[in-house]
């Protein structure tokens, strides 16, 4: 490691690895287990482009404990993983299923026997299947309320051990792919109903910070947020009226409700009759306070307007997933929410790359992921130089694992999964964190 090129980040600062419920578990059918719109939405041909489901994924169900020693090994102060909806709660209302709460109950034991603290998600994106079946989803208003008894049901048994809880990952990601585009499970075509849907969210995520609150938990209480800032590519009016739409339905959707209690009145211009129907009262709601802001960051948006459109330029590369590599607008992102929005202290939630990675005698070189990982965290110790709460930092992902529509085609982790065999091996890049880990430890 060449010392003068790596970030310094404050004494305190919270270094982590994150995974989601549906991407690792597996045990898909199994104690109890209820089944998740990702799990029928595998099942439907040509929804995932590898034809895989996620029944094993990377098996950790079983292989949690010797999963946790491997962050043990990487030397990380905390873990962002998700519950399992479906696994806590089969139906999404009515009985619990105790065989799922032991689960995580093993889990969270040997976070803490480890010394790692514990950062939960509620929702990434397992909605359970039945409540898709009886009410439509996140399209039903009905599905805020039983998300609320959910969070507080899991806020009473394991508030007490969880550092932090957030309520939703990535609405945006909900509403706009799973609704609109049809990319993600639930796989609806439908602009109205996205909206609608979106509005449905951050009414649960309210709803349930309220829940959890009346149960007494301790746990620090945020939601997590993919913001994506757009840039004009030229700086025409139709580039930059272009752009603006777009943060508007990205970054603005979500964090005005969340902190001035409306919707951008020009992206709710723009939408039209499509627009949603908040009710009375909703936005008292949504505006509860937070304790955390998460946020998760990738790349940006380069907006063009030309037919076809200008490519982003990539001058420091673009990712597997044909994502710009673009470190510097996380730095002016979060600089931007602070003066827009005053936020609580942040953490970047998630923050990764997808790369081709191969095993050459039993090692993966990913120095692209190396850079990559450098250089963000370097934007994040710049924000915080320039003023900015982060208090913490999460790659994303601990493990290969199931990418969504892309399968098991898109490696995002520090570890190889080799599928066939379940074997686990440390990328460069873990190698190489497991020391910048050791080296913000000891202060240097
Ligand atoms: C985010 C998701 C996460 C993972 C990364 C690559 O949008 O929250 O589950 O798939 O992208």
């Keep these: 490691m060449n010392d003068d090129t790596l970030p310094t980040l404050p004494s305190g600062f919270r270094l982590g690895v994150a995974t989601s419920a549906a991407q690792i578990e597996g045990g898909a059918r199994q104690d109890g287990k209820g089944l998740s719109i990702w799990d029928a939405f595998c099942a439907t041909p040509g929804k995932i482009k590898d034809g895989s489901d996620i029944d094993v994924a990377c098996d950790h169900v079983h292989r949690y404990a010797e999963d946790v020693e491997r962050m043990q090994w990487l030397g990380v102060d905390a873990y962002r993983f998700s519950f399992a909806w479906p696994r806590l709660q089969p139906e999404g209302r009515g009985a619990w299923n105790e065989a799922g709460f032991d689960f995580y109950d093993r889990l969270l034991d040997k976070l803490h026997a480890a010394g790692i603290s514990p950062h939960a998600t509620l929702h990434h994106w397992d909605l359970p299947q039945a409540l898709q079946e009886s009410v439509g989803g996140w399209q039903s208003r009905e599905t805020a309320l039983r998300f609320a008894d959910y969070a507080a049901e899991v806020a009473r048994r394991f508030g007490d051990r969880l550092v932090a809880i957030a309520t939703l990952n990535e609405p945006w990601c909900i509403s706009t792919l799973g609704y609109e585009r049809g990319q993600f499970a639930p796989g609806v075509r439908d602009r109205a109903a996205a909206m609608q849907v979106s509005h449905h969210l951050l009414l649960g995520h309210g709803l349930a910070l309220r829940a959890m609150r009346a149960v007494g938990s301790k746990a620090q209480l945020g939601i997590v947020l993919n913001h994506t800032p757009a ?30 209690g409306a919707y951008p009145a020009d992206a709710v211009a723009h939408l039209g009759a499509d627009a949603p129907r908040p009710e009375a009262g909703d936005f008292e709601i949504i505006r509860e306070p937070m304790d955390f802001l998460g946020i998760n960051f990738y790349t940006r948006h380069f907006v063009s307007t030309r037919t076809p459109p200008l490519p982003a330029p990539g001058a420091k590369g673009f990712s597997d997933m044909g994502w710009e590599n673009y470190p510097l607008a996380l730095t002016q992102h979060l600089v931007r929410l602070t003066r827009d929005y005053m936020p609580p202290p942040m953490l970047i939630t998630e923050n990764g790359m997808a790369n081709a990675d191969a095993l050459v005698d039993g090692r993966v070189d990913d120095q692209a992921r190396v850079a990559y990982l450098r250089d963000h965290l370097a934007a994040v110790a710049k924000a915080i130089e320039l003023g900015v709460d982060v208090r913490g930092y999460f790659y994303w992902s601990l493990l290969d694992n199931f990418e969504w529509d892309s399968g098991y085609a898109k490696r995002f982790g520090m570890f190889h999964v080799d599928y066939a065999t379940q074997v686990r091996t440390p990328k460069a890049s873990a190698h190489w964190y497991r020391d910048f880990i050791a080296r913000h430890r000891a202060g240097r």
């Design 231 to 260: 840039f004009p590519a030229e700086k025409t009016p139709a580039d930059q009226q272009a752009a603006r739409i777009v943060d508007g339905l990205d970054v603005r959707w979500y964090m005005d409700p969340l902190f001035r």
